[in-house]
């Protein structure tokens, strides 16, 4: 409250000068008395706290003409960015309830008020507002972003398809695979709804927008080896790495049971033999040492990730190969390998395994869009010792 009233003692002195001046030069309307007297009562209010009350008297000090609608524009922006929502929708809407508008003080406070709402929350009414900037095509480069960022907010992403088709860029990325991302989740809802046919047709304009859209395969994979075609499941699968080899770690898995039900695991150890040389994370020699300790042993399995961790430190490699030794160990060594495990399992605790590469967000999954900043496709597994 205190540090509202020293916010607020400049605006008042501004407002006395200003109502003085404004008075010293009319003929009819306020008297020097009356300024004067609202000037006071305001200050009163202010200062014992009543800002609510003070706004008012301050506001109707203004006449809103061609010389205060910069102050009140200016006004209910501070209010907005000091998270004092309400002060500057009423202070934005008692300037468009003005007559005396022109249209560029019309569109400027149709802005303002939108704002207003978009950070009450009020996305129906924001949006509105938007849409009728948008229509009278004033304000574009401004009201674009944000009308997508409440159809993100409320994943209208039918409405959001529409509007980011009409910008280049969304941020510093290309619309288009925006727009890709858009298609993904479309498909996503529709796979929902187990409607196979739809979710194919969006995934499709998925990669028509963004060929290089990896997540589109990732699904058409998924659906592919749910409906049984393992072929088809591991064609997309191979594609997904080929458009993005840091999501290699979230397709191994499904990978290998594909190969498992067509009978080819050799083949499978072979892709996983040429990702390790192109993939500098631990998963795909994680991989590789599952299937050489079930068909080979542990012991071989252990010797296989010890030297490829010489290469690629990794605490998560570490705590695989003593899991691997403790099977052969006995007496002090075993007891060894379970306080080490006991580390390793510590150090990884609750340790993130995602990390966006634009704002820096940490998480326990992938995420498609940050949380944090919204960008799309920028969240990506951590690399180092404690992570890939």
Known sequence: MQDLVWFLL??????????????????????????????????????????????????????????????????GNLFRRRGEVDRAIRIHQNLMARSSLNSEQRADA???????????????????????????????LTVMPLLLDIYQQEKDWDNAIDIAGQMGFVGEQSAKAVIAQFYCELAENARAREDSEATVDLL???????????????????I????????????AYEQ???????????ILDDMHACHRELGSVDAFIDYLRGAITRYAGISPVLALADILNSEEGSEPAARFIAAELGKRPSVRGLSRFI????????????????????????LLENKPVYQCRECGFYGKMLHWQCPSCKHWNTVKPIHGVVGE
């Open 10 to 75: 400049p605006v008042a002195a501004a407002f006395g000068w200003f109502a003085a001046k404004r008075a010293k030069g009319k003929a009819a309307g306020y008297s020097d008395s009356m300024l004067g007297a609202d000037y006071i009562t305001g200050l009163n209010y202010l200062l014992n706290e009543q800002q609510d009350k003070a706004i008012d008297v301050f506001i109707r000090m203004l006449e809103v003409n061609s010389d205060t609608v910069e102050t009140h524009l200016a006004l």
């Open 110 to 140: 149709v802005l303002e008020l939108g704002q207003d709402y978009m950070k009450a929350g009020l996305f129906d009414r924001a949006e509105g507002l938007f849409r009728e900037l948008i229509e009278n095509n004033v304000h574009l």
């Open 204 to 222: 499709n304009k998925a990669s028509e927008f963004d060929p290089r859209c990896a997540r589109a395969r990732l699904i058409m994979g998924n």
């Open 224 to 235: 592919a080896r749910q409906q049984g075609d393992y072929r088809a499941a591991l064609e």
């Open 240 to 250: 997904v790495a080929e458009r993005d080899i840091e999501l290699l770690p979230e």
């Open 323 to 346: 899991d691997l030794s403790l099977s052969s160990s006995e007496g002090a060594a075993h007891e060894n390998l379970l306080l080490l495990k006991n580390i390793t399992d510590q």
